[in-house]
């Protein structure tokens, strides 16, 4: 990282944007005099915090002083809320060593104070909490502890690095508002490190945009966002999905990246006389079992009454937040778990139905795209093994060097890369070579199971014109299962709402954006931070949580109908009940 | 709780009839005949019948591996053939040494293995490091009898600071133990070294740092405790090794345990008693197992007992 400069001014907030690798968390490292211990050094320049009882030079301070600074004067929240607490000790003791340390407490006023600062952030139930551990509580709630114990010894200033990326965007908008509210009781100043536009937008007075450990632009937030200077900061900005960038347009479209501006035109679905699938009734539940017998005392209703289609060369995208079923459903459909009942139709064929060896040709039919591409990538293997093993198993294997360099071609890669290893690649890379090795079987759909969701915006873009361009030339079906509304919005035909396993919500694109009827749509919309300096956002509800989809035997979802809304267009007609499961009335 | 714990004592008697029956096929198939050795070599061939009458050795083999169950249940372990006494009160008379030595050898390796798992990730790469590790190496590597001979040597016979045998003093126990704990300080010195890295590694020392904690209040509050999570589960796994160790550690130090019974016996096909000591040793590692399974919920409370 070289030659950065900004200041945060007291009670403002200033965000640093960029992708991975841009240095946004090393800054941040540096701010609480923590570099050292990743290995890193300040070589030149000052970091100074000005307080009201005088300023401290951060860079040239004793490890004495900077602990007095740590938690105290400065504090921070990270990313993963289940990593970063202790899981070997309760949350009231993480929240009391700082106020016992800092303030001076005893451990009886610590306890009190703890339960106040849960209290603060909207924690229910908070002097209960406090002897529970971090891996009791939801991610939301483990943020929420997170943040009591940053504002616990009302720090000057707050360094949050990208501390809500891990979280359902309902949870997400939660935890900005109570930030938001902390730094209002507190007169707290913020830096805020995220990829998030939408999240930085809502919350920046100020933005650093940082690529590659340089500072690309800085300016006030409106200015950067609105009327961007530098040209990577255009790039960046261009290929942020927005929401409701696509009001009014029936079928989905590309980024207009840089130089793929020739593409950016409209995907429609061609007219076609049968679905290629057709799922009915699909319900999907796992077992929990207990006691000395092992007997089944709770079933997770993962999917429950799922019924939708999917045409050639349409995508449908699944959405919903943790614990909705989304994947389930994907994996239903590629048969790697059994539903407990209901149809799925390929090509009018139940392949529910088939004996294993005709079903091992649908298999193949149907393929699957993964979050993780170091995961699902065998770093053992090149790329040329990855791609021809799926061939060789369904005996699809012809001339193999002209079949790995056409799949490297197909998705944009050079065919030389073929002998190389996946840790060789980057991340946008690996994700197209998973794609390549989808394709390699020529499959009619593929389930993309949050396939771009880790990938930074500009690679995110990218992979998902790769994606639009291999559906118009290649004719392919998508499940498109994501959380994030902004992108499903750029990419789906049509779009299915789900909600503790079942499907509350399903029409097209413009149907479900323009004109959300259910309840969970709404709140899922409101809660999407929109990139617009404009307009701040709504107070949102902070109680709640997403209710889970465990349910003892024989107690299911109370039954309901659907309502249709308009033509392709259905509801759930379950408003009372989901108000009731909201208020937490219900109890799975 | 106490349902899971009741199913574990009774996945633990399951085991150890299992044990009964495997170890008393095989001794039943070893070729040396017992009533020959009782006879000794100048008895007539009606002398040896009519001991192994006596000794019911021509019943059909379950019919002895019942009587050897009933017994068993009601605390009757058999007569040892050679010694005149019961097997179970020659384990009893023993036993208290043999569990003696092992507590100290695990208080042993505990202390000398964690210390030095600790202090190596604190100064990982380290000169210091690159020596205990090196240390370690050897700890593992060298058999027991070397290093308890060798212990021996200097410490008892050259510097005479302990006793060069026997049993009785808290004297006694520094060289047998230091003996049987060092392998396992081996172990336990490299597990804890990487089980410390690894959590030194983790956000929740970042947000202990962020706290503004002390660094010695992080390693002794936040590191330790997570780091010392895998190790639990080995202590119990320890036990079987002990076992092994005994008998070779009593021999050399002339100790009074069940590890020179069992070598006894060994030698002179003295079944009853070789029988005895696996029980004896096989109850030990499973309630071992079980000890240390039940601790593990009490110090992370991610693990559930179901």
Redesign the interface.
Known sequence: MRNLSFRVPRGGTLAIVGESGSGKSVTSLAAMGLLKFTGGRVTSGRITLNGPDGSTEITSASENVLRRIRGNRVSMIFQEPMSSLDPVFTVGNQITEALKLHRGMTSRTAKDEAARLLDLVRMPNARQQLDRYPHQLSGGMRQRVMIAMAVSCRPDLLIADEQTTALDVTIQAQILQIIRDMQAEFGTSAIFISHDMGVVSQMADEIVVMQGGRMMETGRARDVILTPSDDYTRALMAAVPRIGAMTGRDAPRPFPLLGEEDIAADHAVPEQAEPLVKLEGVTTRYDVTSGLLGRVTHRVHAAEDISFQIALGETLALVGESGSGKSTVGRTLQHLVAPVSGWILYRGTDILSLDPEKRARFKREIQYVFQDPVGSLNPRRTVRQSLIEPMRVHNLLTDPDRQVAELLQAVNLPSEHADRYPHEFSDGQRQRICIARALAVDPGLIIADETVSALDVSVQAQVINLMMRLQAERGLAYLFISLDMAVVERVSHRVAVMYLGEIVEIGTRRQIFENPQHPYTKRLLKAVPVMDPDTRPERVDLSGDIPGPVRPVGNPRRPHGFVEIASGHMMADDHQLFEQEQQGEIQA | MW?YL??RLFESALILLGITFVTFILLYLVPADPARQIAGRSATAETVANIRDQLGLNDPLFVQYWRYLAGLFQGDMGRSYLQRAEVASLIMARLPASLMLMVTAIVTELIIGLTIGVVAALRRNKPADHSLMIFSFVAISAPQFVIGILLLYVFAVQLGWFPIGGYGTWAHFVLPSVTLGLLGAGWYSRMMRSSMIEVLN???V?????????KLRIVT??VM??AI?PIIAMIGIDIGLFMSGIVVVESVFGWPGIGQLAWQAIQRVDIPVIMGVTMVSATAIVLGNLLADLVAPL????IKT?
């Open positions: 349902g009741l199913r983790q956000d929740l970042r947000t202990a740092r962020a706290k503004g904690l002390s509050r936040h405790p997570n999570l110090i992370d409370p991610r179901k």
